[in-house]
């Protein structure tokens, strides 16, 4: 897969799975485009002092405003990762509105804006567009006790085969990937008996990514891939 001279926007980059996907992109010798919120994150990234890492500070993506001023960052633009998130646990008696609004703005709507974003940045010039759901958004009964985050997740997978509709005639070729719960530090620390063994490894799941973001992906559009690892 070849990415020279290509730039990619990769919300959530700082993250475990985003640094990843932004290393296997570097690779590929790829152009990317990293919003963040926090100063500790960026200072804590990987791919900080990477001359083809463009760092953008955010206050939120799920604000127009914000979301305008990160895609200005991104010239020609040829992909679009959207990996930024959130989750809570909270079974339905116990999430409030707030709760509720958090994770669909943290997921949902953050994803949206910047799926509205990238598509009128490539307007009929083609490009790629990936989402990151969950598996409870496509295995309804996996997300009891966590509904508020399978219900925002949910919106993403619908989003994306949406919009993989409306943007196919212009050449822009729409996914996301379904993870299952995956091996990073933070989750073998909240589950600690847990197999991780079967857990996908970030490193995994950005190969998938980075395959559906490439020119090489040439006809795969609307499809929610799950990328569960043995789990």
Known sequence: ?????????????????GSAVVGALLAQGAECVVPYVHEAEMQHFA?????????????????????????????????????????????????????LMAQLDQNLVSCFLCCRAAVKAMGKGGGRIVNVAARPALE???GAGMSAYAIAKAGVAVLTTTLAEEAAKDGVLVNAVAPSIMDTPANRAAMPKADHAAWPKVEEVAATIVFLASPDN?????????????A
């Open 1 to 17: 897969m070849d990415f020279s001279h290509h730039t990619v926007v990769v919300t959530g980059g700082t993250g475990a799975l």
């Open 47 to 99: 791919h900080r002092d990477d001359k083809a890492v463009t760092l953008v500070a955010v206050r939120d993506l799920a604000d127009e405003a914000d979301v305008e001023t990160l895609y200005s960052r991104a010239d020609a633009l040829w992909a679009s990762i959207h990996i930024a998130g959130g989750f809570a646990m909270g079974k339905v008696a116990d999430t409030g509105k707030a709760a």
């Open 140 to 142: 309804w009964r996996s």
């Open 218 to 230: 040439r006809v795969t559009r609307g499809a929610i891939v799950p990328v569960y690892g043995k």
